[in-house]
């Protein structure tokens, strides 16, 4: 079965600064989508941002950008120059390419951006 | 916009007496998700809806259930809650497999059930 780790319950930034969120995963699986999904306090989890497991480029989105290791079953959120509204809960989750959306998650990282 | 939307968001409900969760879409998405997100847990799949085709989990216990009437609407149903079903129980969508983006789940804002 499929699990995903994230060892880091909580961590904190400096607004401006940069973050990593690391995230590690287990897969016999060779095909599959890695996302991070963000959970602002008292909303609606929405994503942030996803790579799929063939292609080798890492995904960036903005800000946000993603350093995967296929090899080392690692997948880590980069947060660039931090900004308040990035305080929220983020979880990786993991998806197989052939489900029909069984996300699985990791347990999260409360990320709290300091003034 | 569209969105995905839980009611209610707080639900108090007694230890035995069944409860209801909504939700509702206005993505037209053909599949939605129920979670269950227990504190300081993972998001974990209850079951889904692919149109009107029903998955359950394996793990997912009897004591859950779900309707689907149309497109738009979902109900999650536990017949008998215990004190153990406390938890954010979250909705999301998608499109379906081999329609762009299908990979991406949409959610709502969560309904917080809580058993006395």
């Known amino acids: 079965a499929q699990t995903v780790t994230q060892s880091q319950p909580e961590m904190s930034v400096q607004e401006a600064e940069t973050v990593t969120l690391s995230c590690t995963y287990d897969?016999?699986?060779?095909?599959?989508?890695l996302f991070w999904y963000k959970q602002p306090p008292s909303r609606q989890m929405i994503l942030v941002i996803r790579?799929?497991?063939?292609?080798?480029q890492n995904a960036t989105e903005n800000r946000f950008s993603v350093n995967f290791q296929k090899a080392a079953k690692s997948f880590s959120l980069k947060i660039s120059d931090s900004q308040l509204g990035d305080t929220a809960m983020y979880f990786c989750?993991?998806?197989?390419?052939?489900?029909?959306?069984?996300?699985?998650f990791g347990k999260g990282t409360k990320l709290s951006v300091k003034p | 916009d569209a969105m995905v939307i839980q009611n209610p968001r707080y639900q108090v409900t007694q230890f035995g007496k069944p409860v209801t969760l909504s939700c509702s879409q206005t993505?037209?998405?053909?599949?939605m998700y129920w979670y269950q997100q227990k504190s300081s847990q993972a998001p974990k799949l209850l079951f889904h809806?692919?149109?009107?085709?029903?998955?359950n989990e394996a793990d997912t216990p009897d004591n859950f259930q779900s309707r689907r009437p149309n497109t738009s609407f979902c109900f999650l149903d536990i017949r008998s809650p215990g004190l153990g079903d406390a938890a954010m129980y979250l909705c999301?969508?998608?499109?379906?497999?081999?329609?762009?983006?299908?990979?991406?789940?949409?959610f709502g804002p969560g309904t917080r059930l809580l058993v006395l």
């Open positions: 999301a969508t998608s499109r379906d497999r081999g329609r762009g983006d299908w990979e991406t789940q949409y």
């Open positions: 897969t016999s699986e060779n095909n599959y989508y």
């Open positions: 790579q799929e497991a063939y292609k080798q």
């Open positions: 989750a993991f998806m197989e390419r052939g489900s029909q959306g069984n996300l699985i």
């Open positions: 993505l037209n998405h053909n599949v």
């Open positions: 809806y692919y149109d009107k085709d029903f998955n």
